[in-house]
């Protein structure tokens, strides 16, 4: 958290000379009446070919599809505005827009030629059109969204959050912007730029930030020690205190997010999953990457129970009509623009659900949220906007001040990434309403008074109640005496029937200042759960609560019902210092009844993980008052990471795992497995025997594996004639016997040899045999394997593959073998191919060439062979091709990493979703892989002390361990036994992947790729 000293915005800073010197001709668009050219302005290049013709406005509007009772019309067009990225309605209801003309296709990344501009756009006679419109500002370059408020807009241009002072409010800026943070990511993160400006209930600024960049951020002149890195994230800013934080962690690219009745924040998201619950503190899956704790364990899954493409459509169902599963589901998995309706245009049915732009679907999915468990559960509702223009490119969804909904349409038919060009000059805004369009109430909130502007928290629309809010904390901000609006609040809070109401209240009554410490103790009270849960998140809303405060919630957490508020309580953990966290913690892992709820047990996890090691005592006793297994397990886990450093402990946790029930004994012993994952021996605490012993007794087959499986890595009391019992008993567990493998063939033991040849076709334990096998120091270890290679079951023959090209020394083997034709085809893929290059030896890059020549390798031109590719997958050609075929061909060459149609690995991103109609996009994602991967997710090789050479991705340290993630596995490997980790620029996705197939069957594989739903296998 970035944390500095208390500042006030100043309203009218460098009025006079900024107004007089910079802008008295204005800052106008080029080209329309009335308006003047900027000396910045730059007419928009378009250099995206129009393969598909540009509709007009008004074609557009006619292909937007709505449901019967409501109406679209065209609020704005192309020159009115281009590329509109994001916007914002002032208090007078007219509507700012961000255009974002410097976003460029990859190769450019962003067009520094050109400039960003806000726009204002005012529907002056109360029709539904924009009439009026100027430029505010165009100095703006990577700018994604803006946002409004303390005299002045408030606009992201990474690398930098500005504040451009307007504190006369007549739309012409005071001054130069001013840098408010600094640090975003501005090249690598690409479309995953940090976006989405919008004040919350409770007066912070949020906003939103992608995967593809970290940045590294704080105001200006913060040391970097004291910065918070990010990449994909919610983070928000408090304006007075300068206080800049991250909300949660992890999923891909948000590009929406919004506020619903109860105040719960939740986020849009693309490939992975669509809406997430932005429960503070929450560290969510990612598309890829880890997140930066390394003890997390577990990252929380969405909020919605579906996906909006088709994961697993059978392929017989195109004989019922259900050609396109995705477009049935939703249209895809990329999502743009994100509002809960909260308006009163709309009929009532809508009220409180969520809408997004499906980006490739070219329609608003719905979803209805509704409480499950601790938290919620969004279940998909039918969608109700659809548009048939192949331009529309939906990017944000605006409720307006009578209830309607504006579409901000970006307009271009490129897919996502842009990779193909930019049309700058198109640009539309859709206003969809309900029954006949309401003419827009002409008023200034701005100007109402303060017990006016109280009142409005009853207001029907949700426009007017944050807008009121806002002008409510502005005056504060600026001194304005508020007692009586306070009054008025206050008889809100307490008087009003509606929750929603009494919500609305309190979130006013904080940002004004007037929710002190007592009112807020006082609501733990409250019979309603979501005003429980509020109290508790504005009591640590400014960091760490007061001693009485931090009482408080521990003795909720003894008795509370619910799981919504035991959630906040939860997060609240994390705000409170790591001495104090415990009896909190100890109070909240003693409510049973969600012992197996998705979220509670996991946040209350990431709440107490980094006071485990700071106090094992109290973590210790954590686990003895838990009645919350996975809580056990994860604290047992973090506490044996520590083995080395603190045996004692270790020792004591036995203790109490000898004396448990069985689920909680079960989570003890698993947890202190899992912290031996990766290492060949460690040191067992005093005791061991002794607890081993005594559990060994106990009548409970999982506590033998589990006990079974650590006494494998715990040395003492165990010889090599155990473990070769152990790794030939087909009746253990296989994650037992593969222990008891891995330690015999770092002993390199001849005895142990035969066994280990037995074992290489045992479906359970014969891969980890084959790895044993080929790490023995014999000239004949790579001979016996690869004699074996075609005898033993299909699916370990790879492993045979992928070991042999672990060290130089298989390697010539194995190409020796490929020369001969000795190889079951297909195996020696072309990541390790690439793999055995990077050995750097001269001599196996020879026999490479020579026996692989038609396979690019590193520094190969990838230009051309895009166009040559681009010309052999031409439609015509493609038409002739087998997708049932390519089915095939896509389980042995892509399906290990990546999933379609609900089969294959999770390695790589999900492509069902993607928009896999487009040519261009498989050519650049198949053959230049290596272009669009961040540095921090790009491979390394590792060296070991074994000979073996490998290849991935690093991951987390833990203790002695760290990970190492390839295509095909996440490896866990003991530090002590790496030699080096050389990073290199290459994507775990190797290039080449079309080389070692012929022609037709590259138009089979990418027929089947490009196809709409699933596919009948061919063999």
């Not at 059978?314 to 623009?337: I, M, V």
């Not at 005592?617 to 919350?628: H, P, T």
Request: aromatic letters at 8%.
């Amino acid at each position: 958290m970035t944390d500095t000293r208390p500042h006030t915005l100043t309203r009218r800073e460098f009025l006079a000379v900024a107004a007089a010197i910079l802008f008295c001709l204005g800052l106008l668009a080029e080209g329309l009446p009335d308006e003047k050219q900027s000396s910045l302005a730059r007419k928009p290049k378009n250099t995206q070919a129009e393969t598909i013709p540009l509709l007009t406005a008004e074609e557009a509007l006619a292909k937007l599809e709505v449901p019967a009772g409501f109406e679209a019309t065209l609020f704005a067009a192309d020159p009115q505005v281009f590329q509109p990225i994001g916007g914002v309605f002032d208090a007078r209801g007219r509507l700012w827009i961000a255009e974002n003309n410097t976003y460029a296709e990859r190769k450019v990344n962003f067009d520094l030629d050109f400039h960003d501009r806000i726009v204002i756009l005012e529907d002056t006679d109360g029709d539904g059109r924009c009439e009026r419109r100027k430029v505010f500002w165009d100095k703006g370059q990577r700018l994604t969204s803006i946002e409004l408020g303390f005299g002045g807009v408030w606009a992201l241009c990474a690398p930098y959050l500005y504040f451009i002072p307007d504190a006369d409010g007549d739309d012409i800026p005071d001054g130069e912007a001013r840098v408010v943070l600094d640090g975003w990511e501005d090249s690598d993160v690409r479309h995953n730029f940090v976006n989405g400006l919008k004040w919350g209930p409770d007066g912070w600024l949020y906003g939103r930030h992608g995967i593809q960049g970290t940045s590294v951020v704080g105001v200006p002149g913060t040391s970097s020690d004291r910065r918070e890195k990010l990449n994909c994230a919610i983070w928000r800013y408090h304006p007075l205190t300068r206080r800049f934080e991250v909300v949660c962690r992890g999923t891909t690219n948000s590009w929406g997010s919004d506020w619903d009745d109860y105040g719960e924040l939740f986020f849009i998201n693309t490939v992975i999953g669509h809406l997430w619950h932005a429960v503070p503190g929450a560290h969510f899956k990612r598309m890829y990457g880890e997140d930066f704790r390394p003890h997390l364990y577990e990252l929380l899954d969405q909020t919605a129970d579906h996906v909006h493409w088709a994961s697993g459509e059978p392929w017989h169902a195109a004989k019922k009509g259900l050609s396109n599963a995705t477009n049935q589901a939703g249209g895809g998995h990329a999502h743009t623009g994100m509002m809960i309706y909260l308006g009163s245009d709309w009929p009532a049915q809508y009220r409180n659900d969520v809408f997004t732009v499906n980006f490739h679907g070219r329609r608003l999915n719905r979803d209805h949220l509704e409480r499950h468990g601790a938290t919620y559960r969004a279940v998909h509702r039918e969608d109700m906007v659809e548009s048939g223009d192949s331009w529309f490119r939906g990017v944000e969804l605006l409720p307006g001040p009578t209830g309607e909904v504006f579409v901000l349409d970006w307009a271009d038919i490129g897919e996502c990434h842009e990779n193909d060009g930019v049309h700058r000059t198109s640009g539309r805004i859709f206003r969809i309403s309900h029954g006949k369009p309401r003419a827009p109430r002409v008023i200034d909130l701005a100007k109402l008074s303060a017990d006016e502007l109280a009142r409005l928290q009853l207001h029907e629309d949700e426009w007017f109640v944050r807008q009121a809010r806002h002008q409510l904390y502005q005056r504060s901000a600026e001194g304005a005496p508020l007692d009586d609006a306070a009054a008025i609040l206050g008889r809100m809070l307490r008087e009003h029937a509606d929750v929603r109401r009494k919500l609305r209240a309190l979130w006013c009554l904080h940002v004004i200042g007037a929710a002190d410490e007592k009112l807020l103790l006082g609501l733990l009270a409250n019979p309603d759960e979501h005003l429980r849960s509020w109290a508790v998140r504005l009591l640590v809303d400014q960091g760490e609560p007061s001693a009485g405060a931090i009482a408080a919630l521990e003795s909720l957490a003894a008795k509370e019902p619910s799981g919504l508020v035991l959630t906040y309580l939860a997060s609240a953990l994390q705000k409170l210092p790591l001495s104090r966290r415990w009896q909190l913690a100890r109070n909240l892992v003693q409510q049973a009844q969600f012992a197996d709820d998705r979220v509670l047990p996991t946040m209350i996890w990431y709440g107490i993980e980094p006071a485990v090691p700071e106090d094992p005592g109290a973590a210790l006793a954590c686990i003895r008052n838990s009645r919350m297994p996975k809580v056990s397990r994860y604290v047992a886990r973090r506490l044996a990471y520590e083995l080395e450093s603190d045996s004692e402990t270790v020792s004591r946790l036995l203790s109490i795992a000898v004396k448990a029930s069985g689920e909680q004994r079960r989570a003890i012993l698993s947890g202190l497995s899992q912290a031996l994952d990766g290492l060949l021996k460690a040191e067992a605490p005093a005791g061991w025997e002794r607890s081993r012993t005594a559990l060994l007794e106990i009548d409970d087959p999982q506590t033998r594996k589990l006990v079974e499986r650590t006494a494998v890595v715990f040395s003492g009391g165990r010889d090599l004639g155990e473990l070769r019992r152990i790794a030939g008993n087909g009746g253990m567990d296989s994650a037992t016997r593969n222990r008891a493998i891995r330690t015999l063939a770092a002993s390199a033991d001849e005895k142990s040899w035969p066994i280990l040849k037995r074992l290489v076709g045992d479906k359970k334990v014969g891969p980890e045999a084959i790895r044993a096998i080929a790490s023995y120091p014999r000239e004949d270890a790579a001979d016996f394997l690869l004699q074996r290679v075609k005898g033993i079951h299909s699916n370990i023959r790879a492993v045979v593959i992928e070991t042999l090209a672990e060290r130089p020394s298989h390697a010539r083997k194995l190409l020796a073998a490929a020369q001969k034709d000795a190889l079951p085809p297909g195996l020696l893929t072309p990541y390790l191919l690439r793999q055995i290059q990077l050995f750097g030896d001269p001599e196996l890059n020879k026999r490479l060439r020579q026996v692989f020549p038609a396979t690019a390798l590193i520094g190969s031109d990838r230009l051309a062979s895009i166009a040559r590719w681009r010309e052999e997958l031409a439609p015509a050609k493609l038409q002739k091709a087998d997708p049932g075929r390519g089915r095939k061909l896509f389980a042995e060459a892509c399906g290990s990493c990546h999933r379609l149609f609900g089969e294959g690995g999770t390695t790589g991103p999900e492509l069902t979703g993607a928009q896999r109609g487009e040519l261009q996009y498989w050519l650049e994602n198949i053959l230049d892989p290596s272009g669009i991967v961040p540095q921090n997710y790009r491979m390394s090789v590792v060296r070991l002390k074994d000979g073996r050479v490998l290849t991935g991705v690093p991951g987390l340290q833990r203790g002695r361990t760290i990970t190492l993630q390839t295509p095909k596995e996440k490896l866990v490997l003991d530090q002590r036994l790496i030699v080096e980790v050389k990073p290199t620029g290459l994507s775990l996705m190797p290039d080449g992947l079309l080389e070692q197939l012929d022609p037709s069957q590259v138009r089979d594989l990418v027929s089947y790729l490009m196809s709409p739903g699933q596919v009948k296998l061919k063999e």
